[in-house]
């Protein structure tokens, strides 16, 4: 069965999702060096307004965006929900930890927050899942959503991934982990220094075909397949030969009926930090021809944790419905020989694939296509 992408619902630090494609082609980035926290130094960081946002207020936003561009209203009783994110309601554990909450309000801090109020949002009485797969949340989500429609217990999915990771927990974990960037995020460079964190995420209204048609939707693009694997290696650094990496590929690309050299593009998860670029690099390398156009779009919008999949599902779809390779922002001096758009390419895209690679070893792949 067919799984069409027929609206989409996006923040980032770039604004709405025509805003961020908008940037993105203008190679802008929405970084910038805030001190949003007394207890840590000023960072480059990837806000949405000038002080961190909150995942319940990002959740009505970006659902309610995506609905509306799908030509929908509530209530939809029959809709599923797959919505995660891989640090939920972080900040108000911090909060109440440092004696600023109300402890009667901690189930609003629960993980699967985002998924309920969205469930809440639309009156849903179907599946509701909240997955958490540190940074590959996102395209798990995406992926778990397409099979649901596909083996039939679904006709129309709301899936993605939301964060709202700027804390002091989270920057000062990151910096201790010594992962945080000094001045910016340059993925794949030779001098990247590190990731950028970035608050945001995407949510996509998936349907069947058969339903699509019905209602004379528009279509994105579809979901021809994915692939999720783990590593079971290390707790936050990727096995070095990169095989259930590569597995995952080579599932989503079996799945997809795709070969190879079928692929247009690659929306890289890119993350500015020396160790997965490198490991990156070597996977396309490895599956891919040194012709297959490459970028990550985390130097425009920071890392988004569990929600940089879902952007970078948004941004593929996008690239299919423009036929525009978006550029990969902050990229000074390439190390790798990969075919980087330095700036935003005009070219025939047909099937594309998004990467997520998240601590633990969650690998998540996905192919789209026209």
């Known amino acids: ?3 069409v992408v027929t609206g989409i619902g996006l923040v980032s630090a770039l604004g709405n999702l025509m805003s961020s494609w908008k940037g993105l082609v203008e190679m802008r980035s929405g970084i910038q060096f805030y001190q949003p926290f007394s207890c840590v130094e000023s960072k480059p960081i990837a806000l949405i307004e ?3 946002s909150e995942i319940l207020t990002l959740t009505r936003q970006v659902v309610a965006d995506a609905i509306e561009d799908a030509g929908l209203e509530s209530p939809l009783f029959d809709c599923g929900v797959v919505l995660g994110s891989s640090r939920g309601n972080q900040m108000q554990w911090e909060k109440l930890a440092a004696g600023q909450g109300e402890m009667s309000n901690w189930l609003n801090t629960l993980p699967n927050v985002a998924a309920i109020a969205t469930a809440q949002m639309v009156g849903s009485q179907g599946i509701v899942l909240a997955p958490m797969a540190a940074c590959a949340t996102g395209l798990w989500a995406i992926a778990r959503a397409a099979e649901l429609i ?3 217990q679904c006709d129309r999915v709301i899936c993605g991934a939301i964060e709202a990771p700027i804390t002091p927990l989270t920057l000062i974990g990151f910096e201790r982990m010594g992962a945080l960037a000094r001045e910016g995020a340059f993925p794949f460079d030779v001098d990247r220094q590190g990731l ?3 608050e945001g995420g995407a949510v996509l209204i998936l349907e069947s075909a058969e339903l ?3 209602r004379n939707a528009k279509i994105y693009g579809r979901i021809l397949g994915a692939g999720l694997t783990a590593d079971g290696y290390h707790v936050s650094a990727p096995e070095p ?3 259930a990496a590569i597995a995952a590929v080579q599932h989503c690309l079996e799945r997809s009926q795709l070969r190879p050299q079928e692929i247009d593009y690659i929306h890289a998860h890119g993350t500015s930090t020396q160790l997965n670029d490198r490991n990156e ?3 396309i390398q490895r599956c891919f021809s040194d012709s297959v ?3 990550s779009t985390k130097g425009a919008t920071g890392h988004t944790l569990g929600g940089s999949g879902a952007l970078g599902a948004a941004f593929c779809l996008m690239a299919l419905q423009e036929q525009i390779v978006p550029p990969n922002v902050g990229l000074r001096e390439l190390e790798f020989e990969l075919a980087i758009a330095r700036s935003a390419q005009t070219a025939k895209l047909e099937n594309v694939l998004c990467f997520s690679f998240g601590f633990g070893g969650q690998n998540a792949i996905v192919a789209f296509s026209r």
């Open 150 to 152: 596909r083996s039939r």
């Open 293 to 295: 156009w490459v970028s």
């Open 50 to 52: 000038q002080q961190p």
């Open 281 to 283: 690099a070597q996977l």
């Open 241 to 243: 030969e990169s095989r």
């Open 196 to 198: 950028v964190l970035g």
């Open 1 to 3: 069965m067919d799984v």
């Open 212 to 214: 699509a048609a019905q």
